[in-house]
């Protein structure tokens, strides 16, 4: 079984500029949730979606952040524009469903630079 | 919400059983405790959960004070593989709107020695 799928893994953007991170969850996972993980830090969530639709993304910059679940698959994460501090690694994960004694499965992450 | 200390770093030698401990002193009664790791320049990695009992999987045993106040994570022969940094994570109750809390903190940092 293919684990959650993420891409680009390397991503380097000057400053300003637009950025977006793809993520594929686990087929048949109704659960998707994207993080950000700065450097020596544990992830924190950016926002989980149940389907297509956001259940909570309290901790989402809106200013500059969005992200997307078209038909509750796949999901799009943009920052636009991008500032020095969103350097991190962003990591999707997913799970069958978002009950307490369900694992959350995780994708490798994209590691995004902004020079 | 319920919060996590945990050590930041320790040791362990090759092939001796890894306990890595967890201070949850405001968990409340419903609130599940997790285990994930993170190998290096990969995304976290599932161990196990438990909530009141202690558990045991092909991975690891978790044992649970009986206040629950603080849990530990048992690698039993630990491995060079097992280098990693360890999350405890107590998922707190779902509000009325809907969200709930599942806080990472800094982990422990396991080094397996040779």
């Known amino acids: 079984e293919a684990g959650v799928v993420q891409s680009p893994r390397y991503k380097i953007i000057e400053k300003k500029q637009p950025v977006a991170f793809w993520c594929n969850p686990i087929s048949g996972h109704n659960t998707l949730y994207w993080y950000l993980q700065n450097l020596g830090q544990g992830p924190e969530l950016l926002i989980r979606y149940e389907n297509e639709e956001a259940v909570d993304d309290s901790q989402l910059p809106k200013d500059r952040f969005s992200a997307e679940r078209l038909k509750g698959v796949d999901s799009t994460l943009k920052i636009q524009p991008a500032e020095l501090g969103d350097s991190a690694v962003y990591l999707c994960a997913s799970s069958y469903r978002d009950i307490p004694y369900n694992e959350q499965f995780f994708g490798p992450g994209t590691r995004l630079t902004v020079l | 919400d319920a919060k996590t200390t945990q050590p930041p770093s320790m040791d362990c030698a090759e092939g001796r059983a890894a306990n890595l401990p967890c201070n949850h002193s405001?968990?409340?009664?419903?609130?599940?405790v997790y285990w994930y790791r993170q190998i290096h320049s990969q995304g976290p990695q599932y161990i196990i959960h438990?909530?009141?009992n202690n558990e045991t999987n092909e991975m690891a045993s978790l044992i649970i004070t009986e206040d629950r106040k603080s849990s530990t994570l048992i690698l039993p022969h630990a491995t060079l593989r097992d280098t990693a940094v360890y999350y405890c994570?107590?998922?707190?109750?779902?509000?009325?709107?809907?969200?709930?809390?599942?806080?990472f903190g800094t982990g422990t940092r396991l080094k397996v020695l040779a």
């Open positions: 994570i107590v998922r707190s109750t779902v509000t009325t709107s809907g969200t709930y809390k599942y806080i």
């Open positions: 438990g909530l009141k």
């Open positions: 405001t968990i409340s009664g419903n609130e599940y």
